[in-house]
């Protein structure tokens, strides 16, 4: 049974720094990609981040390259995402996700405020 658990979300100022963690468990995590998404109110779930399962490649959206960084710890089945320079609009309800054997995961999400 595929499980991923996100935390570390909270209030934050703008300017400032969090760290996400979603611990994975129930497939082999490091064959897999692992992915961070976001959705704010009334807008559509987006991809964030991307960190590749064999390489450690990764990839982000525009809208946080250079202030997010993503990484995993295959060792604690773990997938990170930092988020540095927080701004108002990278608020929204942050989603770990993977895709095994074809079929599509989401953790239950963790609720990220930017606000002075």
């Known amino acids: 049974q595929v499980q991923l658990v996100e935390s570390g979300g909270g209030l934050v100022q703008p300017g400032g720094s969090l760290r996400l963690s979603c611990a994975a468990s129930?497939?082999?995590?490091?064959?897999?990609?692992m992915s961070w998404y976001r959705q704010a109110p009334g807008k559509e779930r987006e991809l964030v981040a991307l960190?590749?399962?064999?390489?450690?490649?990764?990839h982000y959206a525009g809208s946080v390259k250079g202030r997010f960084i993503i990484f995993r710890d295959n060792t604690k089945n773990t997938v990170y995402l930092q988020l540095n320079s927080l701004k108002p609009e990278d608020t929204a309800v942050y989603y770990c996700?993977?895709?095994?054997?074809?079929?599509?995961?989401w953790g239950q999400g963790t609720q990220v405020t930017v606000s002075s």
């Open positions: 996700n993977v895709r095994p054997w074809g079929s599509v995961y």
């Open positions: 129930g497939f082999p995590f490091s064959t897999y990609s």
């Open positions: 960190v590749g399962g064999d390489n450690g490649s990764t």
